[in-house]
């Protein structure tokens, strides 16, 4: 099978590049609906790809749904792939260019490359004749990189249609899987005091300023890296000038757990913060966006499947747990098995120095083959 996708490995990186210079970061409706004009005529041109659907994404362009091997559905679920066409380059940020087996672009590991090799997979199968057991679904996202307000239902939907699902999303270092990522649980908190005057009546007033100092001092001296769990205030602002005690202020703060019962911990330590001034007054907004993918019994099941087939294919593939979320988490909070990291490895996403290796093209794109054919 990899010589077969050698075989087309210079159209595979020209689709590829053309891909990536179409620019589509997150809410660019134009980019967004070129991308898919370009994978719509690439998935037509693969006999067992039975439809392109272009579904409307509010101010963000549109998702794009490619179903494959349809007539084996018989009832059966699907196996869903997973992926997303926008990027975090704004227009114009970085260039195309290959330098040896390095092809750098924006986007093009986080994760335009991924989207083409999963055409490519359903293309290798069609040639050879392998029919899958399960029809075939493959989604890509317009919104993924931005939280996903409108793909996450679209998400949800066809996972529950699936057996499994595998993402493209790009691997860690050495092409390792990934069979965990955290939840994500975001929140603002804003504490409301009493203004007074610095120099004349500073004991009159209550600080929101440094009620928030307080609570950013403990909520970090609750960071767990053993278990997974960490809180984070990334943004702090309020006050209106120096010399009054600052009667408004509010943060924003970034939460991770591994597991549904750290993330319930982490909700209610959130929604129940203790003050420090009782003058004060917080009120917490926010809650779960992403729940943890965890690495169950089914997604175990996955991996050695995938570690087999490399196996066969001559590599070795290694799982690892990540930090970040993916729409994989979506699919995982309703207990569909999900591999994820499946992507083509590379190096720097969302960095100015991100890339994919030519090399690794036709490995992957094998390896998710055979996932596809044997699931
Ligand atoms: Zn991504």
């Known amino acids: 099978m990899q010589t077969l996708i050698g075989r087309r490995h210079e159209e595979v990186v020209q689709a590829i590049r053309r891909l990536v210079e179409i ?34 994404s509010l101010n963000c362009g549109e998702h794009l749904l490619v179903h494959a091997f349809r007539d084996e559905a018989n009832g059966n679920k699907a196996t869903l792939i997973l992926g997303h066409t926008d990027t975090v380059h704004s227009r114009g940020a970085l260039h195309a260019r290959i330098e040896g087996d390095r092809f750098y672009g924006p986007g093009v590991f986080d994760m335009k490359a991924s989207c083409v090799m999963a055409l490519e997979a359903l293309r290798s199968l069609t040639v050879l004749a392998i029919t899958p057991s399960r029809p075939v679904t493959l989604l890509l996202t317009c919104d993924e990189e931005i939280g996903s307000a409108t793909g996450q239902s ?16 790009p691997p860690a270092s050495g092409g390792l899987v990934k069979t965990a990522r955290k939840g994500v649980a ?67 703060v970034d939460t991770r757990f591994s597991t549904y019962d750290e993330g319930r911990r982490v909700e209610n330590l959130m929604s129940n913060l203790q003050l420090f001034d009782k003058r004060v007054s917080l009120t917490v907004k926010g809650g ?24 066969q294919l001559g590599f070795e593939l290694g ?3 990540a930090g970040g979320a993916s729409d994989g988490n979506f699919a995982a909070a309703l207990d569909v098995p999900v591999l994820d990291g499946l992507g083509v490895d590379g190096d720097g996403a969302h960095a100015s120095h991100e890339h994919i290796l030519l090399s690794n093209i036709a490995p992957r794109t094998a390896l998710l083959a055979g996932l596809i054919a044997t699931l």
């Open 23 to 56: 620019e589509s970061p997150s809410g660019d409706v134009q980019g967004s609906r070129g991308v898919n004009e370009l994978l719509e005529n690439l998935a037509h041109t693969i006999p067992s790809v039975a439809s392109v659907e272009r579904v409307e």
């Open 154 to 169: 679209l998400v949800e939907r066809e996972a529950r249609q699936a057996a499994q699902v595998l993402v493209l999303e």
């Open 186 to 252: 975001m929140w603002t908190v804003e504490a409301k005091g009493i203004a007074s005057h610095a120099g004349l009546d500073i004991e009159k007033g209550a600080s929101a300023i440094l009620e928030l100092a307080r609570q950013t001092e403990r909520l970090h001296s609750l960071n767990d890296p053993a278990r997974g769990t960490s809180f984070n205030v990334g943004l702090i602002r309020g006050g209106t000038r120096s010399n009054v005690v600052a009667a408004h202020a509010e943060m924003e």
């Open 288 to 311: 779960i966006n992403r729940g943890p993918l965890e690495r169950t019994a089914g997604v175990v099941k996955l991996f050695h499947r995938a570690l087999e087939i490399a196996q």
């Open 319 to 321: 799982e690892c747990s």
